[in-house]
Structure formats: C-alpha cells, structure tokens
C-alpha cells in the first residue's frame, strides 16, 4: 500500500503545491489554502499527500466536520470532508488517488466529497460513493457525493 502522509505546514509543501497548479482547475488549488496557515505552524495539518521518491505525486484536503444541526444522513454528526483530491497527470493510473481514499476510508465515518470534474465522479462512483441529497442548509456544492462505512 502507499504510504499516505500528513503534510507539515511549511513553505516547502507551499512550494511542491506549486507543481499541481499547472496541472488542475481553479478549484483544486491548494496553495492559497497552505500559505494562508503557515503562520500558524502548530495547527493540525488538513492536507495528506503520497509521494513518488521525493516527489509529491498526490495530496487532497481531508478534515472532519460535525453538525448536529444538520446530520450527514440523519444521524451521524460526525463525517469527514475530502474538499480536494488530485494526482499529477504523470502518476496517475498508480493507484495514488484510490489510496488516498482507502487512507480517508480507514477512519469509519461518513465521508462526503464534492466531484469538482465529470471525470472525477466515475473515480468516486468506482470507490463506493453516493450522490448525497441536496440541503441548502448544510451543502454549498451542488456535485457532493457520500460514502459511508460498513
């Protein structure tokens, strides 16, 4: 299995976030993200990244969310958020992205992601993901998707 790591908040992974932005769309663009935290060095890491060598080749924004108000299903308060997941183009089809779920997988919670791309919701629907109903309330993506634990 690849080995999923969390990534410090530093300028360094500022500077390997700089290599997914010629690759990807607006939207999953983590860097204004991480350079907006590097102050803060001692705050918890939401970004998880998987490298090849010395090379980040895949990273996504996992956190978890609790909402009593609105429950993900009605009863869980508690789920996790896969806000952005990408794979350089030359790593993709490695199995990177599908390890970087696995990894969010492992924590048993709901988990609710957003299909930024067409493309993408056929790789959500091959990991088991559902189309989550729309609350206006709770839900700013029209695109989210939901897996929940066995």
Not at 13 to 36: C, V
Not at 101 to 123: E, G, T, W
Not at 138 to 150: F, Q
Request: glycine content about 4%; some cysteine; overall charge negative.
């Amino acid at each position: 299995m690849k080995k999923v790591h969390n990534l410090a908040i530093n300028y360094k992974t500022a500077e390997e976030f700089k290599k997914f932005r010629e690759y990807g769309s607006q939207e999953l663009h983590m860097l204004d993200e991480l350079e907006a935290n590097v102050i803060d060095a001692n705050i918890d890491s939401p970004f998880y990244g998987i490298y090849q060598g010395d090379e980040l080749a895949a990273r996504m924004c996992l956190y978890k969310q609790t909402d009593t108000t609105h429950p993900i299903d009605g009863t869980n308060s508690e789920f996790l958020i896969i806000w952005k997941l990408e794979v350089l183009d030359r790593f993709q089809g490695r199995g990177l992205g599908s390890a970087l779920i696995d990894y969010a997988k492992s924590f048993q919670l709901p988990i609710k992601a957003v299909s930024h791309f067409k493309d993408s919701r056929a790789f959500f629907d091959k990991h088991n993901f559902k189309t989550l109903e729309y609350d206006i309330e709770r839900d700013l993506a029209d695109e989210s998707l939901i897996w929940y634990p066995h």
